[in-house]
Structure formats: structure tokens, C-alpha cells
């Protein structure tokens, strides 16, 4: 079902195989089972015959959020993507059609076959997208579906390097039905790993969180960079001793070298000695997530995210044509899922825009041959948050604020909101920086400076700049109460 080879390939031969279980998984499952398939590739005119190996791909027509989201018109829109056998056809899916007849009610290979074929395609799981502006889009897992996650999730600490004997984990992402939460959960589990998941501010407290670091002695934690970052602080303002932290692994939210050092500095305040400080990504809709793997200098060397041939197709397009680029050049990323069941996608825009690509050489850090990503990625579309968005009239991109503000040493948190001058609906927009400065910080200096680069690199202008206690930025952010903390704030979408 998957390689157990997946990371010593060479791309030939993954491209080959890639070719091969497309076709199949084309032919056999997606175009029989996939009522959003089904008419796609009729409406295209197309068949599986048409794609018989990696070549062919770029013939099957994106598939966009658009196409998979429920609206309030058709809520029920995510599960024309699940494959559904007919059941009064079941049998035929396993290839033992004609033999039915005789074989009812017998065993095949020691199961009924009813349950073989409800492993395969009855979704038992499912997680879903965060869903803050447009409804939630689940994706399902069939019983088959959880041997591939399981896999996917035992690479994630084995890439990472943890140790069964030495390492104590903490899990401070929140109890939801989110990938990152659960796919922790399952690497634990499948490198019998020592994990503790508080389940995050919100369920046990940051307070208790953060006495639980040290008194455990953890020496890896995992979460969501901003909350980290939050909960980092707070200890090294308490002064607690974290010198036995070794690594932390980020998810679910961009990360730039900056938030990188000044994580690691946070660390190295409570005696941690060189931390290894990781990204990883992941997505609803690919089920999995993919991670970097350790280096000499974590901050500035990235080794990239290490990608699953044998669950995944991925590919870096152009955003305007949608033609593939070169190896190693920039573009928006695709995801085609590779013989799974359940929620099936193909060729599936993610709007993440990554500089740099996708590379084939070994990885020079683990010299694992599969597929890695750059890390530097950004958003290309508004996909239900804020990040594009129109201020007087000019098309700003507010993921800029996030390298700019790591940058800021004296930065402790901020906050942007965008709101109208005066508060009169149809005033001029205003942008308001929320600021919590570092101790001894000089507020003019630091505000001077943003303002300048701002300008520079963003082409718009910061109106107001408000400076804030910890305690009161921290209240507008929301960190202890939401799963991602209110970085960027639209009073305007607000009525
Ligand atoms: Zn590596």
C-alpha cells in the first residue's frame, strides 16, 4: 500500500511507479467511485486511458476550494469527492465479482468480505479545515485511509529524530478535529513515543502548560508558532528552567527563519543550548503533513519539507497559466493524492505560493532521496483568512507583516487591525498597529522603524500604533481562547 523504499529511490523510478498507481488508482477506484471525478473527466472528455503516466497529469483540470467547499446551497458538497462503491456492486471492487454468487457469507482471507470492503471505503474519520469565514470542509478516512496516515505520521518523528528512550513530548496544539492535532497524536502512538497532549491554552491553561515543560522535563515540544512563541515568553519571564529542551516542531502556520531565532533565543534565555527549531507542513486536504528534518544550524540551513512519493503527486505551477515550472523553480503548489480512499483530490490548488520549488537532490542533512520542499511558502489566495485584501483601494498583502515583525527584536507581540477612519462606515480604511514591546524597549525607536519598512516593502502606511501591556495584547489576540491567535484583525468585515 505504500513503499517502504519511499525515501531511497531515485526519481526515476518513483516518477515510473507514480505513473503506474495513477493509472490504476484512475482507472480502478477515482473514475468508478468519485461522483466529482466521474463528471469532471466527462465534461473534459477524458478517460484513464488518457493518463498513463506522470506526462499525462497536466491533462486533468484543477481542481479548486472552490469545488469542495460547502456553501450554504450545497452543503453536502465534500462528500461528492469521497468514493463510493455502489454496495450492490461491492463485491466487484475487490476483484471477485463473478465469484460472489458462490462466496457469499464465506471468508476471504480470514475476514468477511463485507468488512474487507467496508475497511476500504466507509469513512470512519475525519478532520477538517479551520473554516473561521467559509463553512468547515471535512475530509474523510476510511479504515484503509489510517494505515497510510499512520505511516505518514510515523515518518514525521522518525525524520525528526526522536528518540523512544529519550525523548518526553509535549503536544500543545488544541484538541480539535484538526490534522495537526491528530496526526501528533498518532506519531506518538506509532514510534511509541512518551507524548503528553495538553490539548492548549484553552483546556489545561498556559500557566499549567508551561510548569508542565519543565517539571516533565520535556525535551520536544509541538505546537502552533504563535501560541509557542506566547507560551515561551511568559516562562522566560517566570525564569523557569527549560535547559532540557532540545527541539521544537512548528505547525499549521508559516514560519520564517526570523520566528525561528527569536524562538530559539527564548529558549536559550531558560538554558537551552543550541535548540533545533522546526516547520512542518500540512493540509486538510492531503491528510498527512511532511516535515523538515534536523541540520547543524536549524534557523538559517532548512532542509526542506521531506514529501511521500508514495502518497502523494505534487507539483510547482505557474499561478497564472497553470503550466508546471521547472525543477526547483518558484510557483503554486498542486496536490494529487496517490491511491487513497475516502476523501479523493486531484490536482488540487492549494494556493500556496513556494519560493524555491521542489528539489530531488539527496537531502544533504539525512541523504533521504524523496522529494523536498522549500519552506519558504506564502499565500497566494485568500482561502477564508485575511491575508490579500484591499486597503483604499491598493491590494495589499498582509502575510508581509509576518517577516517584518520577526524581525523586530523588541517586538514582543503585535497585532494588525483594519478598520475605517473615525469608525464612519464609508470613511478612508485606517491600519493600526498593536504593539507589546520587550522591557527597556524605546516605543518611538521601534515604532519609527516599523513605520519605515513598512512603507518600503509594503507600499502602504500605518496610521496609528498603540502601545500595549502583555496582558492586553494578549487579550486582543485572543491566544488563550481561539486555535490560532487573531494576528490580523478586519474590523470592517465585521457587521
Ligand atoms: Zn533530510
Known amino acids: 500500500m505504500y513503499w517502504t523504499d519511499w525515501d531511497r529511490i531515485s526519481e526515476d523510478e518513483a516518477r515510473h511507479r507514480q505513473g503506474r498507481v495513477l493509472h490504476d488508482f484512475l482507472k480502478n477506484q477515482v473514475l468508478k467511485y468519485s461522483p466529482f471525478y466521474i463528471e469532471l473527466f466527462k465534461r473534459a472528455g477524458l478517460s484513464a486511458d488518457n493518463i498513463k503516466s506522470l506526462d499525462d497529469l497536466h491533462k486533468i483540470p484543477f481542481t479548486t476550494k472552490a469545488d469542495i467547499a460547502p456553501t450554504a446551497e450545497d452543503p453536502a458538497k ?12 461491492y463485491a466487484s471492487t475487490i476483484g471477485i465479482g463473478k465469484k460472489l454468487g458462490l462466496m457469499k457469507n464465506k471468508l476471504v482471507q480470514g475476514r468477511e468480505l463485507r468488512d474487507q470492503v467496508l475497511d476500504e471505503y466507509l469513512p470512519i474519520f475525519f478532520i477538517s479545515t479551520t473554516g473561521r469565514t467559509a463553512l468547515p470542509t471535512p475530509f474523510m478516512y476510511t479504515t484503509r485511509d489510517l494505515q497510510l496516515f499512520n505511516e505518514a505520521a510515523r515518518r514525521l518523528l522518525t525524520i525528526i529524530g526522536a528518540k523512544r528512550d529519550k525523548d518526553f513530548i509535549i503536544s500543545i496544539f488544541p484538541y480539535a478535529p484538526h490534522l495537526a492535532f491528530w496526526i501528533v497524536y498518532q506519531a506518538g502512538i506509532m514510534n511509541g513515543c512518551q507524548m503528553f497532549h495538553t490539548g492548549g ?17 520535556a525535551t520536544i515540544v509541538v505546537g502552533i508558532p504563535g501560541y509557542v512563541y506566547h507560551l515561551l515568553t ?12 532540545r527541539m521544537i516542531v512548528l505547525g499549521a502556520e508559516r514560519v520564517t527563519p526570523g520566528y525561528k531565532k527569536r524562538i530559539a533565543e527564548l529558549l536559550e534565555s531558560m538554558g537551552a543550548k543550541n535548540p533545533i527549531i522546526l516547520s512542518t507542513l500540512g493540509f486538510t486536504e492531503a491528510r498527512v503533513a511532511w516535515t523538515e528534518c534536523p541540520t547543524e544550524n536549524s534557523i538559517e540551513q532548512s532542509t526542506g519539507y521531506h514529501l511521500y512519493p508514495d502518497l502523494e503527486i505534487f507539483e510547482v505551477i505557474d499561478p497564472e497559466t497553470g503550466k508546471p515550472v521547472g525543477k526547483g523553480e518558484s510557483g503554486e503548489l498542486a496536490y494529487t493524492c496517490l491511491d487513497w480512499r475516502g476523501s479523493v483530490v486531484l490536482r488540487y490548488r492549494t494556493g500556496d505560493y513556494i519560493r524555491g520549488g521542489i528539489t530531488r537532490e539527496p537531502c544533504p542533512s539525512c541523504g533521504r532521496t524523496c522529494p523536498r520542499m522549500s519552506c519558504d511558502i506564502t499565500r497566494l489566495c485568500d482561502k477564508g483568512e485575511l491575508q490579500l485584501t484591499k486597503v483604499k483601494g491598493t491590494l495589499v498583502d498582509f502575510n508581509e507583516f509576518f517577516p517584518i515583525m520577526s524581525d523586530q527584536k523588541e517586538v514582543r507581540e503585535w497585532q494588525i487591525e483594519i478598520g475605517k477612519r473615525h469608525g464612519d462606515e464609508h470613511g478612508l480604511d485606517e491600519i493600526t498597529l498593536n504593539l507589546s514591546l520587550k522591557e527597556g524597549a524605546d516605543g518611538e525607536a521601534v515604532v519609527n522603524q516599523i513605520d519605515k519598512v513598512v512603507k518600503e516593502r509594503m507600499e502602504v502606511s500605518i496610521e496609528k500604533f498603540n502601545l500595549l501591556s502583555p496582558a492586553e495584547i494578549s487579550s486582543l489576540l485572543e491566544i488563550e481562547v481561539r486555535p490560532k491567535e487573531l494576528r490580523i484583525k478586519d474590523k470592517r468585515k465585521e457587521k
Open 201 to 217: 491554552g484553552r483546556v489545561l491553561g498556559t500557566e499549567k502548560i508551561m510548569k508542565m515543560i519543565e517539571s516533565f522535563k
Open 78 to 89: 465534500p462528500r461528492k469527492l469521497v468514493l463510493q462503491p455502489d454496495p450492490d456492486k
Open 234 to 245: 511568559l516562562a522566560a519571564e517566570q525564569k523557569l528552567d527549560y535547559s532540557h529542551v
